[in-house]
């Protein structure tokens, strides 16, 4: 027993000095990434086959950290692959992330955002299942950076706030440094440069506790940013130069190229160009040594702008060139399309305006293209999801009578097992049955009610989506179209095949635009803005001639215009179903629509001339009746139904609205 007791507490001492060692080379890495690589490849060239995969985990993530500061891509590539397979062989979560995250910083410098933003996410999966609050504050910074590329400032806010409240939480300084980095770059986004500048100032001090030059560097540079837009430009200058000088020392190449870019951006704000190409080629030629597709295509784009400045169009289109084949390389088809718009003004800056044109027709495509694939995306994502949800709506609601058909069974059994007691058990059953029925009625109210609440938010979102889709979008093929008709007008004359092409680029615009109109009117009609009366007239028109079955409309001159929205959305959508259902099954002719109102009371049917059906045959599944059941019972009403076989259908819903429900009699 004492040899065993010694064994584990042996055991405790290695794994906290282990662990303290992997601290101490982690601060090393913060300020002297040189010599903390040679401490890392000394350690694994040391280690044993006998030698733990717990051992050689992090300390493979650590050496491809490294490799990436010291511009070591290839090297960290594989480190951090093959850290991730000793990670996911041993459910090693802190290992998974860690390696996971490298990747994400690798290929992103590759100009792969998409997988890079794939990879951030999977690291940031395993977080419930770790405890390294520098690791974890680490994670969720770079979720912030993955947030803010694809515009989601109010995710990106959040998550910054959560990686602030675990950072506080634990107090390790590391978790801190990358809390207020976040805050830092959040406030920035929102224009809040007060406070941007107050945690990129916490961010320094908490650096120099750690201490990490590598942090006091990012706070510099961030601070020499921020600096820029509200003090002399002096004070932003002289940051900027720190932190340059402390990334030289440092020996991080991709930092200073980083930092480099940042100083010539200043530097172009302040029109002294020179500098800012002195700046710009430095870290050009950085990344012609240490290939990296996103930091190259931006230094080229931006020394590119700066000769555009300087009126030397030939190196401008010689940098924008390169450019354009870096940009060809990675996946993000907005770095192809900003490539293009200034290949286009430098083209019409020589005077090349044919050119200028073609590539401003490129861009334009790729945009537009762009655009609507996203709003199609956008719309058939919606749409699925309230599928889905209603569909697990309804396997719920399978599953609970399951439950409860199970429970009547077994109470069944009981009463034949136990027929002595068959007045007690009766009495307990009666009790039982009156309290699932009370059961059954709560939990049935409060589905209806879940119901309700959906419905309505689906409504709403579907305002919304049709709204963005039609301010937004219209706005800006509209707007292209003017452009183009504008562009019709002044190249008729000069090249008949400009002239064509400028009227093929009409026509395509004028698809695009009719396709939106459409998604736009069958995701939420702009009729239904304009009144009851105004909708049902326009679905019956649409009904009319879509379907060649005539429609006549028969409203009482005492409905009024205006309604709530509840109101006047629910008898839209059932005269929609029901218009629908005639369509697909009853062979009418005609259809005629009723809607009178009467103290309040409104009365609603739609008839048709149709082949009718018996009642009794009605499916089960029928979910076009069950919604519009729905809908009645949202509004506090009544739906029926009456039909016989070769003397049509009438479907009637009957309604009272409060008087405060009327926006205009």
Same mark, same amino acid.
């Given at each position: ?26 601060? @090393? ?29 992090? $300390?493979?993530?650590?050496?491809? #950290? ?51 933003? =794939?990879?951030?996410? #999977? ?6 299942? @770790? ?6 504050? &680490? ?13 989601? =400032? ?37 224009? *809040? ?111 590119? %702008? ?95 009578? %399951? ?23 009766? $009495?307990?059953?009666? $009790? ?37 889709? *039609? ?44 396709? @939106? ?44 215009? $205006? ?53 009794? &045959?009605?499916?089960? %599944? ?11 019972? @949202? ?28 926006? %205009?009699?």
């Amino acid at each position: 027993m004492l040899i065993v007791a010694a064994l584990l507490v042996a055991g405790r001492v290695l794994a906290a000095s282990t662990d303290n060692s992997l601290y101490n080379l982690r601060i @090393m890495a913060e300020n002297d990434p040189v010599a903390a690589y040679r401490e890392v490849k000394q350690l694994r060239a040391e280690l044993t086959d006998s030698t733990t995969d717990s051992t050689q985990i992090p $300390l493979l993530n650590l050496q491809a #950290r490294l490799e990436f500061l010291l511009a070591d891509s290839v090297q960290a590539e594989q480190h951090s692959n093959q850290a991730l397979m000793l990670a996911t062989q041993r459910s090693d979560a802190i290992g998974q992330a860690d390696a996971l995250l490298n990747l994400a910083k690798i290929v992103l410098g590759q100009g792969r955002l998409e997988l890079s933003t =794939e990879l951030t996410f #999977r690291s940031a999966a395993l977080l419930s299942k @770790m405890d390294d609050p520098a690791l974890t504050a &680490e994670i969720m910074f770079w979720q912030v950076l993955a947030y803010r590329r694809r515009g989601r =400032e109010q995710e990106a806010v959040t998550m910054a706030l959560q990686a602030m409240e675990i950072a506080a939480q634990s107090e390790n300084l590391l978790a801190l440094a990358f809390a207020y980095r976040g805050l830092s770059l959040s406030y920035e986004q929102s224009y *809040h440069n007060t406070e941007s500048l107050a945690y990129s100032q916490l961010m320094l001090r908490t650096a120099e506790q750690i201490p990490s030059r590598l942090f006091e560097a990012y706070s510099l540079q961030d601070l020499a940013t921020r600096a820029g837009t509200s003090t002399a430009f002096s004070v932003a200058e002289t940051l900027m130069q720190q932190a340059i000088g402390l990334y030289r020392q440092l020996h991080t190449p991709f930092s200073l190229s980083i930092g480099l870019l940042s100083q010539a951006r200043m530097y172009t704000d302040q029109q002294r160009y020179a500098q800012s190409l002195d700046a710009l080629t430095e870290a050009i030629s950085i990344y012609q040594q240490y290939p990296a597709a996103l930091g190259y295509w931006y230094a080229l784009i931006a020394r590119s %702008n700066v000769y555009v400045q300087l009126q030397e169009f030939d190196k401008a289109e010689k940098d924008a060139r390169l450019a354009l084949a870096t940009a060809q390389q990675m996946d993000d088809i907005m770095f192809h399309s900003q490539n293009l718009d200034l290949l286009a003004t430098i083209a019409a800056a020589k005077s090349d305006y044919a050119a200028a044109y073609t590539l401003r027709v490129q861009s334009s495509e790729l945009i537009n293209s762009h655009k609507l694939q996203m709003a199609q995306h956008n719309v058939s994502e919606a749409v699925s999801g309230y599928e889905q949800e209603r569909q697990q709506r309804y396997i719920d609601s399978l599953n609970q009578q %399951n439950l409860q058909q199970s429970q009547q069974i077994k109470q069944k059994q009981l009463q034949q097992s136990w027929l002595v007691t068959l007045l007690v058990g009766s $009495l307990l059953l009666l $009790l039982l049955t009156v309290y699932f029925l009370r059961r059954l009625g709560q939990v049935n109210l409060q589905l209806r009610g879940l119901a309700a609440r959906l419905e309505t938010a689906r409504e709403e979102e579907r305002k919304q989506i049709a709204r963005d889709l *039609h301010d937004d979008m219209g706005q800006y093929l509209t707007a292209l179209r003017l452009d183009i008709s504008g562009m019709d007008v002044l190249c008729a004359d000069q090249s008949p095949v400009v002239a064509q092409r400028i009227r093929a680029l009409k026509a395509l615009v004028d698809k695009a635009i009719s396709i @939106m109109r459409s998604i736009v009117t069958s995701i939420r009609p702009a009729p239904l803005e304009m009144g009851v009366i105004f909708a049902l007239e326009w679905l019956a028109e649409e009904f009319s001639n879509t379907s060649g079955i005539s429609c006549q409309l028969d409203i009482s001159p005492d409905v009024p215009e $205006l309604v709530s929205d509840k109101y006047m959305t629910a008898v839209f959508r059932v005269v929609q179903e029901s218009l629908t259902n005639i369509v697909k099954h009853a062979e009418a002719t005609h259809v005629i629509i009723r809607l009178s109102v009467s103290y309040r009371k409104f009365f609603l049917s739609i008839a048709d001339n149709g082949k009718g059906f018996n009642l009794n &045959e009605i499916k089960q %599944n029928c979910y076009g009746l069950t919604g519009m059941r729905e809908r009645a019972y @949202m509004l506090g009403g009544e739906l029926t139904l009456r039909s016989r076989v070769n003397d049509g259908t009438e479907i009637g819903l009957t309604f009272r609205i409060a008087e405060d429900e009327v926006i %205009n009699d």
